[in-house]
């Protein structure tokens, strides 16, 4: 106990020297320190604040895509329910017509044999051996003069 009682002696002296030994230089300190952290606080809750507002503003945007969404389908199943749907959908997929109207069935070899393939067509012409550049120069010449 002795001991802290000469440390505390000995800084008192030192204080004492510089001049720094008067009450109200602590209490200005003190003062000091309590209003660093009520600024550090008050900053603390600006922060925070602002993180909340964007936070806030993210979920409403969200929010509105949500809600736009379900609009959406809202109108979608009105327009499942609607009479036109049901006749659009009778006609593609049972391949049903209406009055006056036929159906025709196209077989997979019909379309294949009536589909005209690069290959197939005779107006291909064999690679030419002339050099990229001349092919070019008549194929611009056949352009702007007809050939």
């Given amino acids: 106990m002795d001991l802290i ?3 505390i002696e000995i800084i008192r002296n030192k204080l004492a020297e510089k001049g720094l030994d008067d009450p109200r230089l602590l209490g200005v300190l003190l003062l000091g320190l309590i209003g660093l952290a009520v600024v550090y606080n008050g900053a603390k809750v600006v922060q925070q604040n602002y993180e909340l507002t964007e936070k806030i503003a993210i979920l409403e945007e969200e929010n509105r895509v949500l809600e736009l969404q379900n609009r959406n389908r809202e ?6 329910k609607t009479p036109e749907f049901a006749e659009l959908k009778a006609r593609r997929v049972n391949g049903v017509a209406a009055e006056g109207e036929r159906v025709y069935t196209i077989t997979e070899e019909t379309a294949l044999a009536a589909l005209k393939t690069p290959l197939d067509s005779e107006t291909i012409e064999p690679e030419s051996t002339k050099p990229a550049y001349q092919r070019n120069f008549e194929a611009w010449m056949n352009f702007f003069f007809g050939g």
């Fill in 5 to 7: 009682r000469t440390k």
């Fill in 75 to 80: 109108l979608e199943i009105e327009y499942y």
